[in-house]
Structure formats: C-alpha cells, structure tokens
C-alpha cells in the first residue's frame, strides 16, 4: 500500500494557505482517489498543483518509472499557463494539443481535453499509464469528455482545481468526486494582502436597466440568458453610452477588461469608446492567434488601455495589474461572474485597488465579491428549495416591483459605490446615521434618507435604497419601496412582493398586515402564515 501523504515535500516557494491545501490533497488520497480543491481566482491554484506534479514526479523518477501524469484543460490559455508554471519549476512536459508534436515519453503532459478525446486519440492515450489526473477549472468536469477519464482510469488519483464548484442546474459534483478541500474566502485574501481592496459601482436595483434584465424569460439550453434576447435589449446607443459614461467617470485613463455579450455586441461597444478616444481594442474567439498574442502583449505592456472582449478572459488569463473590469454582459451563472470579477483583484505593485462595475446589476443577483459563498452545498448539490442558495436562483420575475415601459433617458441608470473593500472590511463612504435596532448578525441602518442592511461587523449587505425597513426577525425583513411593503430574506431575495399596504415589525412572533389602506389589519406569524 502507497501512502500517499509520504510523497509531499516541503516547497518554500508555496504561501502558508497553499501548503495547507497540499498537505489535505496528498491526505486525502491516502483513503480516496478522486478530490476536488476550490480556491478564489487570483489566489494560485496553478502554483498549487505545479508543487503537486514536482513532488509526484520526484517520486515516480524512484518508485514507479512507468507512471505518468497528466493536466487537462479545456481552453489554450490555460493549458500554456500550465505548462510554463512547470517550466518555471525545472519541469518538462509534453503538449497535447493540435499544432503540437506529441512527445509521451515525458513523465508530464499538458493536454487539451478535445485532443485528448478525440476520436483520432481517445484509444491511444488509454494505453497510457497516466495515474494522476489534475483538471484544470474543473467545474467543467461533468461534460462527457472529462467523465471519460473515470472509464479510461478507473484507480487513477485525480485532482479537480476550480474557484467554482458550481452548476447551474445545481446537480453537483459527488458523482465523480469523492471530497472537495474549501480554501478561505476572499474577505480573508483580501484582509491578509493576497488579493486586492476593490470598490464595487453598480446600478440600482430598482433602475430601468435591472428592472430590463429581470423581465427576460427567454433562456439557452444551459440555462442563461438567450443571447439574442441579450442583444435585442442591451446592444442600444443609449446603453452602450452608459457604459461609456460609468468609464469615464470612474476609469478614464486605466487599465481594464470590458466583458461583452457576443462579437457583434463588442464591436459597437469598440466603436463607442473609440470614437471618445480610448486606446481600446478587441478580442473574440474569432480573432487570430498571432494577433491575439500581439494584443495581449501590448496590453501587458501598457501599450493598450482597454480590450473589450467576448468571453475570452473568463478562465486563464493572468495579468495582475489590471486596474478595472467593467461587466456589460447578463448572466445567470455565478461561475462566470466571479471568474470575471477575479480578473480585477490580482494584487500588484502600483495597484491600490480594483474597480469593478456592473452596469448589468450582476451585484443585485449574487451579492458581492465578499459574499460567503456555500460551496460545499454546491459540491453536494442537494435538491431543495432554490430561495436557500445564494446564487441568485431564487430570484424571479417577482423583483419587478411594476410594469412600465422602458425609458433609459430617465436618469436613474446612475452608478453607486456599493462595497468598499479595504483589507478585508466593507466600508460605507459615510457611516450610517441609524443603526439603533441593536447588534445582530443583520442589522438596518439609514443613510441619506433610505435603509438598507449590514451586517454585525458593518459590511453592507442589503445597500440603503428602500424607504423604510422593519428589524429582522427570523430570516425575514419587511421592506418599503415604491410606497409598498413586502419581505425580504436576508441576502435581498425578494419573498414578499411590495404589494401591501402595510407589513408592520414583528413582534412576539406576529406582525400585523393591511392589504390596502381601507382594509381590515390581521396578523401573520414568522412562518409568513396568516393567523
């Protein structure tokens, strides 16, 4: 019998948190095979599975000569990155992947998942002796080509990295994994300096954009929004001018990542910021390798300002000084948010802070960077009622508080500063003029006339836009807004609609509710039951 947590060696180029990760990675393979690791964007998961792979090939050099191991990924980029973390480390490897010649005598090889399956190179690589198996952004993993790998390999150790172990349809990942190792939260990178202070600028809940974005009720086979629908409602001048003015105001001048809807979307939104004189350009999948890379390397170089782009900088881009990211696209899924918004939190040296904007309100869905996240209920994806994940699921078309037509000239698309993270606290600009209902895990406070939520340790959670607001009591917060009240849970997920006349406090485990201001009051219970 191996034991596995022999193999590990001390590695004085890993942080504390990331030799913590290896350590549990190596133990768990002493009584299971197949792990995943969740850590954030920006945080080193290459880093951590390049020490994986040195110490695994010390010991095959030793004990097992025949042995080999293999790194999947699924797009270019990622599959480079892999392999030049390696080189770095004194590591060859092979490349799998078209335009490559294969060189399998190597001990470790850097594969695209497409190659690897392909119908020309499935059955070759199954002769292979590959027993470790690393994958890469391994929220992919339950696609038909990486389940292949279990067949291919049944007793082979694998490791899944992510900062993402979750799936829109919350199936979960326990059918191929046997564990997932948590890391900290980014509240913890960004307090202890790994990641960067960040301001969080985003429209309102309650504006003509979000009010668009919450109508939608066409989506794609994988659960997102349509694209077409996307492009009908949001690839408009008057839009497109907004998301100018956002830069302008706040960014002008710095270096950063536009995420479009699709090419047709991003090539306005170029012709937009050029035509202001922003030194921007563009990049899609259809755009070249060759000049991809010349892009890339002047915006490296600070050459290029902005690179607007469709999708391309979602995974596998690494480029620290990245000052802002402006999000111009909707979407439904979690994983593509926060690997978008991890672009911007890299640390480097003559960077104080990222700014992220929101012009699509992804903030009024799933929260803020900081937000705890419960990926290990993900992992386990339990089937429950969707109001209990907190990744926008719950969310419905009841958050439209009225039906009116759509009218971007109104003025109320302006963008607010919604969390300040500063080593790793949420701090309002202005504090809080009452917060007298006691301290709580979920406390109201008022500023500039609205209220909103934080929490015990003053981070915002609900930010202060509705007109008056009652104590949490029991997972539940009745809310005014637009002259209604309704209930909300804690994380803003609407339970109520703002429909009522009245939702009084809860008191003694009742409050009192008046449909309409002629009607009788009667009372509800905590359980939000008439009584």
Request: charged share 25%; glycine share 8%; net charge negative.
């Given at each position: 019998?191996?034991?596995?947590?022999?193999i590990?060696t001390?590695?004085?180029?890993?942080?504390?948190y990331?030799k913590?990760?290896k350590?549990?990675v190596?133990?768990?393979?002493?009584t299971?095979n197949?792990?995943m690791?969740?850590?954030?964007?920006?945080?080193g998961k290459?880093i951590?599975?390049?020490?994986?792979?040195?110490?695994?090939?010390?010991?095959i050099i030793?004990n097992?000569?025949?042995?080999?191991?293999l790194?999947?990924?699924?797009v270019r980029?990622?599959?480079?990155?892999a392999?030049d973390?390696?080189a770095?480390?004194g590591?060859?490897s092979g490349?799998i992947?078209s335009g490559h010649?294969?060189?399998?005598?190597?001990?470790?090889?850097?594969?695209?998942v497409?190659?690897?399956?392909s119908?020309?190179n499935?059955?070759?690589m199954a002769?292979?002796?590959?027993d470790?198996?690393i994958?890469d952004?391994a929220h992919h993993?339950?696609?038909?080509?990486y389940?292949?790998?279990w067949?291919?390999?049944?007793?082979s150790?694998?490791?899944?990295?992510?900062?993402t172990p979750w799936?829109m349809?919350?199936s979960?990942f326990?059918?191929?994994?046997?564990?997932?190792?948590?890391?900290h939260p980014i509240e913890w990178?960004v307090k202890?300096?790994?990641?960067s202070?960040?301001?969080?600028i985003?429209?309102?809940?309650?504006?003509?954009?979000q009010?668009?974005?919450n109508?939608?009720?066409?989506f794609?086979v994988d659960?997102d929004?349509?694209?077409e629908e996307?492009i009908n409602?949001?690839?408009k001048?008057?839009?497109?001018a907004?998301?100018?003015?956002?830069y302008?105001?706040f960014?002008?001048?710095k270096?950063g990542i536009?995420?479009?809807i699709?090419r047709?979307?991003?090539?306005n939104?170029?012709?937009?910021y050029?035509s202001h004189?922003?030194?921007i350009?563009?990049i899609d999948?259809?755009?070249?390798?060759s000049q991809?890379?010349?892009l890339l390397?002047?915006?490296?170089a600070?050459?290029?300002?902005?690179i607007?782009?469709?999708?391309?900088?979602?995974e596998?881009f690494?480029?620290p000084?990245i000052?802002?990211?402006q999000?111009?696209r909707p979407?439904?899924?979690?994983?593509?948010?926060?690997?978008?918004i991890?672009?911007g939190?890299?640390?480097?040296?003559?960077?104080d802070k990222?700014?992220?904007?929101?012009n699509?309100g992804?903030?009024?869905?799933?929260?803020?960077?900081m937000a705890n996240?419960?990926?290990?209920?993900?992992?386990?994806g339990?089937?429950?009622?969707p109001?209990?994940?907190n990744?926008?699921?719950?969310?419905?078309?009841?958050?439209?508080f009225e039906?009116?037509?759509?009218d971007?000239?109104?003025?109320d698309?302006?963008?607010?500063?919604?969390?300040h993270a500063e080593?790793?606290?949420?701090?309002?600009?202005?504090?809080?003029?009452d917060?007298?209902?006691g301290?709580?895990?979920?406390?109201?406070?008022?500023?500039q006339?609205k209220?909103?939520?934080?929490?015990?340790n003053?981070?915002t959670i609900?930010?202060?836009?509705y007109?008056?607001?009652?104590?949490?009591?029991?997972?539940?917060i009745?809310?005014k807004l637009?002259g209604k009240?309704?209930?909300m849970l804690?994380?803003g997920?609407?339970?109520v609609?703002?429909?009522?006349?009245l939702?009084?406090?809860?008191?003694?485990?009742?409050a009192?509710?008046?449909?309409?201001?002629d009607?009788e009051?009667y009372?509800?219970?905590d359980?939000?039951e008439r009584?």
């Amino acid at each position: 019998m191996i034991r596995y947590s022999d193999i590990e060696t001390t590695d004085t180029i890993l942080f504390p948190y990331q030799k913590e990760m290896k350590h549990l990675v190596f133990s768990k393979w002493d009584t299971m095979n197949n792990v995943m690791v969740q850590m954030p964007t920006g945080t080193g998961k290459t880093i951590l599975f390049a020490s994986i792979v040195r110490d695994i090939r010390s010991w095959i050099i030793k004990n097992r000569k025949h042995s080999h191991i293999l790194i999947l990924a699924h797009v270019r980029e990622l599959i480079q990155q892999a392999a030049d973390k390696l080189a770095k480390r004194g590591i060859d490897s092979g490349i799998i992947m078209s335009g490559h010649p294969q060189q399998l005598e190597k001990i470790v090889q850097v594969a695209s998942v497409q190659t690897f399956m392909s119908a020309r190179n499935k059955d070759r690589m199954a002769m292979e002796q590959f027993d470790f198996i690393i994958i890469d952004e391994a929220h992919h993993a339950m696609a038909p080509r990486y389940q292949d790998l279990w067949e291919m390999f049944p007793e082979s150790k694998k490791l899944g990295v992510t900062a993402t172990p979750w799936r829109m349809d919350h199936s979960g990942f326990t059918s191929i994994f046997d564990d997932i190792i948590i890391s900290h939260p980014i509240e913890w990178f960004v307090k202890e300096g790994y990641l960067s202070n960040y301001d969080y600028i985003s429209i309102a809940p309650n504006s003509e954009i979000q009010h668009e974005i919450n109508s939608i009720d066409r989506f794609g086979v994988d659960g997102d929004y349509l694209e077409e629908e996307l492009i009908n409602r949001f690839d408009k001048d008057s839009i497109r001018a907004k998301l100018y003015d956002a830069y302008n105001q706040f960014c002008k001048g710095k270096k950063g990542i536009i995420y479009a809807i699709n090419r047709q979307h991003a090539a306005n939104i170029l012709n937009t910021y050029q035509s202001h004189g922003v030194n921007i350009a563009m990049i899609d999948g259809t755009t070249p390798k060759s000049q991809r890379e010349e892009l890339l390397d002047d915006f490296r170089a600070g050459l290029l300002e902005v690179i607007v782009n469709v999708n391309i900088f979602s995974e596998g881009f690494d480029c620290p000084d990245i000052e802002f990211i402006q999000l111009a696209r909707p979407t439904k899924s979690l994983a593509m948010f926060l690997q978008q918004i991890g672009r911007g939190l890299r640390t480097s040296k003559d960077k104080d802070k990222g700014l992220i904007l929101d012009n699509v309100g992804l903030y009024n869905r799933f929260g803020t960077p900081m937000a705890n996240r419960r990926w290990h209920y993900h992992f386990l994806g339990h089937e429950t009622d969707p109001l209990a994940y907190n990744d926008g699921t719950g969310l419905t078309r009841d958050i439209i508080f009225e039906e009116r037509e759509s009218d971007y000239s109104e003025g109320d698309e302006q963008m607010t500063l919604v969390e300040h993270a500063e080593g790793g606290r949420q701090i309002r600009k202005a504090e809080s003029e009452d917060a007298g209902h006691g301290i709580g895990d979920f406390n109201v406070f008022k500023k500039q006339g609205k209220y909103g939520i934080c929490s015990r340790n003053n981070r915002t959670i609900i930010p202060p836009v509705y007109e008056d607001m009652h104590p949490y009591h029991k997972g539940y917060i009745p809310f005014k807004l637009n002259g209604k009240w309704g209930v909300m849970l804690s994380n803003g997920v609407i339970k109520v609609k703002p429909k009522y006349y009245l939702i009084g406090a809860f008191e003694d485990g009742k409050a009192e509710v008046k449909n309409t201001i002629d009607s009788e009051s009667y009372y509800i219970n905590d359980k939000l039951e008439r009584i």
